[in-house]
């Protein structure tokens, strides 16, 4: 997705779906709160987002403090772009948001590889011990993609496997969108599941 914004500044947005976590509640514990749960993401702020920026309208995204697990009072103002990209696990979870896009990319890769990904970013970059990220993986993210992610993937119009190291197929994806966007004119709504973790990209 970096691709499509890279020397195209005005031209693609990139939407990260962690900015739109609900706040936390103070009386729930951290360490027991599922968040690779639906209930955790405003996903109809999300969508109403995406519809704002198709039909070309600024709106002000929504930011997240991840260590104190709530929104924050500054805003982000995007404005809109001939591509909007959307990336988040969630993104394909409602019809309301599987009808916004025109292009539903799902980025696949391996169990071992998405375990491996969290525990490498948990530990070198969140400041968790490996047996607290074993344990939380177990109990919450590995049924999480089970009941929420994974059968969401017969939505996706492009299934990439081997996830962000296949460069050929990001490659072909990437210039297909800008066909499309130079041939039509019209905002394009790109958008990829993926439940590959990146330190920026997964908070928990």
Sequence with gaps: MEQLQHGNEGVAVLIH???F???L?????VSTYNFDHPD???LDEMNWVLRELSEGRSVDLPKYNFKTHSRMEETERLNPAKII???????FYTSALRETYDMKLFVDC??????GRRVLRDIQHRGRDLDGVLRQYIQYVKPSFEDFILPTKKYADVIIPRGASNHVAIDLIVEHIKEQEQSQGQPKLAN???HVATPRQRPH
């Design 17 to 19: 779906q962690d900015s």
């Design 21 to 23: 976590y609900k706040t």
């Design 25 to 29: 509640d103070k009386s729930i514990d």
């Design 40 to 42: 955790a993401f405003d």
């Design 85 to 91: 990209l959307l990336e988040g696990i969630m993104s």
């Design 110 to 115: 391996d169990d071992d590889e998405r375990l």
């Design 192 to 194: 990829a599941a993926t």
